[in-house]
Protein backbone atom coordinates (compact mmCIF):
# COMPACT_ATOMS: atom_id res chain seq x y z
CA UNK A 1 0.00 0.00 0.00
CA UNK A 2 1.69 3.30 -0.96
CA UNK A 3 1.30 7.06 0.52
CA UNK A 4 0.23 9.30 -1.77
CA UNK A 5 0.92 12.89 -1.12
CA UNK A 6 -2.40 14.53 0.68
CA UNK A 7 -1.21 17.23 -2.30
CA UNK A 8 -2.33 15.78 -5.04
CA UNK A 9 -5.99 15.92 -4.14
CA UNK A 10 -8.55 18.99 -5.50
CA UNK A 11 -11.98 19.34 -5.47
CA UNK A 12 -12.33 17.56 -2.49
CA UNK A 13 -16.31 17.76 -1.51
CA UNK A 14 -18.01 15.68 1.62
CA UNK A 15 -20.09 13.40 0.21
CA UNK A 16 -21.00 11.02 3.10
CA UNK A 17 -20.68 10.71 7.00
CA UNK A 18 -21.15 8.22 9.19
CA UNK A 19 -20.39 7.22 12.85
CA UNK A 20 -17.24 6.38 12.38
CA UNK A 21 -16.23 8.02 9.17
CA UNK A 22 -16.89 10.89 6.81
CA UNK A 23 -16.45 10.31 3.08
CA UNK A 24 -15.20 12.64 0.40
CA UNK A 25 -15.23 12.72 -3.73
CA UNK A 26 -11.73 14.45 -4.76
CA UNK A 27 -9.49 14.39 -8.13
CA UNK A 28 -6.05 12.96 -7.73
CA UNK A 29 -3.62 14.43 -9.94
CA UNK A 30 -1.18 11.66 -11.42
CA UNK A 31 1.60 11.67 -14.19
CA UNK A 32 -0.80 10.48 -16.80
CA UNK A 33 -2.58 12.96 -19.21
CA UNK A 34 -5.96 12.29 -17.33
CA UNK A 35 -6.96 12.85 -13.45
CA UNK A 36 -8.79 9.97 -11.59
CA UNK A 37 -12.35 10.64 -9.46
CA UNK A 38 -11.39 8.95 -6.23
CA UNK A 39 -13.02 8.65 -3.21
CA UNK A 40 -11.07 9.85 0.31
CA UNK A 41 -12.37 7.84 3.70
CA UNK A 42 -10.98 9.74 6.94
CA UNK A 43 -11.59 7.95 10.09
CA UNK A 44 -13.51 10.07 13.20
CA UNK A 45 -10.84 11.21 16.15
CA UNK A 46 -12.77 8.53 18.24
CA UNK A 47 -10.87 6.24 20.79
CA UNK A 48 -11.24 3.45 18.23
CA UNK A 49 -9.98 5.61 15.03
CA UNK A 50 -6.59 3.48 14.89
CA UNK A 51 -8.59 0.45 15.58
CA UNK A 52 -11.11 0.68 12.28
CA UNK A 53 -8.49 2.27 10.48
CA UNK A 54 -5.85 -0.43 10.86
CA UNK A 55 -8.38 -2.66 10.15
CA UNK A 56 -9.71 -1.34 7.04
CA UNK A 57 -6.14 -1.44 5.60
CA UNK A 58 -5.95 -5.33 6.63
CA UNK A 59 -9.57 -5.99 5.14
CA UNK A 60 -7.69 -4.53 2.41
CA UNK A 61 -4.87 -6.20 2.54
CA UNK A 62 -5.62 -9.56 3.20
CA UNK A 63 -8.44 -9.37 0.51
CA UNK A 64 -5.40 -8.43 -1.97
CA UNK A 65 -3.37 -11.67 -1.11
CA UNK A 66 -6.13 -14.19 -1.42
CA UNK A 67 -7.35 -12.27 -4.53
CA UNK A 68 -4.01 -12.65 -6.18
CA UNK A 69 -3.71 -15.74 -5.71
CA UNK A 70 -6.68 -16.68 -7.44
CA UNK A 71 -7.03 -13.81 -10.54
CA UNK A 72 -10.35 -12.25 -8.75
CA UNK A 73 -10.85 -8.77 -9.18
CA UNK A 74 -12.15 -6.33 -5.77
CA UNK A 75 -14.69 -5.23 -5.48
CA UNK A 76 -13.32 -1.73 -4.52
CA UNK A 77 -10.00 -1.25 -4.86
CA UNK A 78 -8.15 0.65 -2.15
CA UNK A 79 -4.86 2.81 -3.67
CA UNK A 80 -2.94 3.96 -1.07
CA UNK A 81 -3.50 6.56 1.99
CA UNK A 82 -2.72 9.86 2.62
CA UNK A 83 -2.30 12.40 5.53
CA UNK A 84 -4.32 15.32 5.92
CA UNK A 85 -1.64 18.47 6.78
CA UNK A 86 -4.20 20.44 8.66
CA UNK A 87 -5.24 17.81 11.11
CA UNK A 88 -3.24 16.44 14.06
CA UNK A 89 -4.77 13.25 15.26
CA UNK A 90 -5.75 10.01 14.44
CA UNK A 91 -8.34 11.72 12.02
CA UNK A 92 -5.78 12.97 9.87
CA UNK A 93 -5.10 9.44 7.85
CA UNK A 94 -7.36 9.02 5.35
CA UNK A 95 -8.04 5.92 3.17
CA UNK A 96 -7.78 6.83 -0.93
CA UNK A 97 -9.92 4.79 -2.71
CA UNK A 98 -11.63 3.66 -6.20
CA UNK A 99 -14.30 5.76 -6.79
CA UNK A 100 -17.91 3.83 -7.38
CA UNK A 101 -20.11 6.01 -9.56
CA UNK A 102 -23.31 3.73 -8.71
CA UNK A 103 -23.02 4.52 -5.24
CA UNK A 104 -22.54 1.79 -2.50
CA UNK A 105 -22.32 -2.10 -3.33
CA UNK A 106 -25.94 -2.65 -2.63
CA UNK A 107 -27.63 0.57 -5.30
CA UNK A 108 -25.06 -0.55 -7.98
CA UNK A 109 -25.86 -4.20 -7.83
CA UNK A 110 -29.64 -3.26 -7.73
CA UNK A 111 -29.07 -1.18 -10.78
CA UNK A 112 -26.54 -3.36 -12.78
CA UNK A 113 -27.37 -6.66 -11.87
CA UNK A 114 -28.14 -7.86 -15.34
CA UNK A 115 -25.46 -6.16 -16.99
CA UNK A 116 -22.80 -7.52 -14.67
CA UNK A 117 -20.84 -10.23 -16.44
CA UNK A 118 -21.67 -13.65 -15.24
CA UNK A 119 -17.75 -14.69 -14.66
CA UNK A 120 -17.49 -11.05 -12.65
CA UNK A 121 -20.68 -12.22 -10.36
CA UNK A 122 -18.62 -15.10 -8.60
CA UNK A 123 -16.25 -12.55 -7.76
CA UNK A 124 -18.59 -10.18 -6.29
CA UNK A 125 -19.64 -12.98 -3.89
CA UNK A 126 -16.89 -14.53 -2.49
CA UNK A 127 -15.28 -10.57 -1.79
CA UNK A 128 -18.47 -10.19 0.20
CA UNK A 129 -18.15 -13.57 1.65
CA UNK A 130 -14.83 -13.12 2.51
CA UNK A 131 -15.28 -9.14 4.15
CA UNK A 132 -18.05 -10.43 6.26
CA UNK A 133 -15.69 -13.42 7.76
CA UNK A 134 -13.25 -10.95 8.57
CA UNK A 135 -15.40 -8.78 10.34
Known amino acids: MKYIPYSQFTNIKKIA ?16 KYNKTIILK ?13 RELKSYHDSYADNEDYGITM ?15 LDSYILVMEYASGGDLHKYLQKNFTRIDWQKKPDILLNIKKLSKKQ
Open 75 to 89: VIETYGFTKDPQLNG
Open 42 to 54: RFKNTQYAEEYFL
Open 17 to 32: EGGFSIVYQATLLDDS
